[in-house]
């Protein structure tokens, strides 16, 4: 999921990224956390394992039959679900969690309470450096606690992080139901761009809620609306839709330099290799972590960059207090 237009979201040549708020709330760091977007499109993305987004049925349910043999004792559907949980480490406590996410969880019963609470540290703690791994405690956290919004917002990004974009299309929008936060718009149109669907990922960043974003998820939904338009052949419209004061701004953000490789991108795409050089090279000075590769791409070592919208996230937590997640 990258691309230099938004989201884990995508670079408007296609990738994808994700942002602050788009990970499990939890006061455990994560080492790179942001949607991923970027350069050209890619068509059939899926998730790692081989399975098409979105379907982690492994055999599909259409064609199975009902179950035989008497209905299960809830004692023993528990004890189901929790052989196939991940182990939780004991060093996981469950109070790592936001103080607002642990509010989430006081209507749960108190045992029930507290796993949900350690998988959901555990999907924090290793969404960057084992995907897999933070999905799988994610889905343990939704099984168990499918009602509460923060839950489902994790189940997202933990599918957004592993390629499901249909999945995880699917867990943000329940989400965004239950709490009511527009926060993850940015990385839902991305996951729109990802399934091949560029025109509803432009209607999402044209709808009244995207306009109620703050200054980063409006940035972050614009690089995910110009790598749909990239995606749609429109390149002289990507240009225009990145174009605005925050690509000088003075102050530049977390986020600044993946907008600059975007622009860069959506210049390249529009016949305008030199303009494109120009602000790939601002991009290289304004990336401290090389993330966007633009050092790498302007040596000649790298043609496609993914962003990481997560990432962003966490640059934007320890940078500017109190922002809100970035698109990948």
Partial sequence: MRDSSGGRGRS??????????????????????????????????????????????????????????????????EASVRRVEPPLPDDVTGSELD?????????????????????????GRLLDDDPEAAYAHAMAAQRRAGRIGSV????????????????????????????????????????????????KALELAASPEAAGLDAQGQVEMRIVAAGARLDMGQADAAVVTLQGPELTARNPQPWHARLL????????????????????????????????????????????????LLEDADGAEDDVPGASPTAR
């Fill in 12 to 77: 408007s040549d296609g990738d994808r990224r994700r942002s602050d708020d788009q990970r499990p709330r939890t006061s455990a760091p994560r080492s790179s956390s942001a949607p991923r977007s970027g350069s050209a499109p890619r068509s059939g993305d899926a998730p790692r394992g081989g399975r098409p987004a979105g379907d982690r049925s492994g055999s599909g349910g259409a064609d199975r039959g009902p179950r035989s043999g008497a209905p299960r004792s809830p004692r023993s559907a």
């Fill in 99 to 123: 103080r607002d996410v642990r509010a989430d969880l006081l209507t749960l019963a108190k045992d029930n309470a507290i796993a949900v609470s350690r998988h959901l540290v555990m999907a």
């Fill in 152 to 199: 489902r917002e994790a189940a997202g990004l933990a599918a957004y992080a592993i390629g499901a974009y249909a999945e995880a299309l699917r867990e943000l929008r329940t989400a965004r139901r239950l709490t009511g936060s527009e926060v993850h718009l940015p990385l839902m149109a991305d996951c729109e761009r990802a399934l091949e669907r560029p025109e």
């Fill in 261 to 308: 490789s975007a622009y860069a991108d959506a210049l390249a795409a529009a016949g305008r290799p030199e303009e494109a050089q120009v602000w790939l090279r601002k991009a290289e000075a304004a990336d401290r972590t090389g993330a966007t590769g633009a050092g790498r791409r302007l040596s000649g070592e790298e043609e496609i960059v993914v962003y990481d």
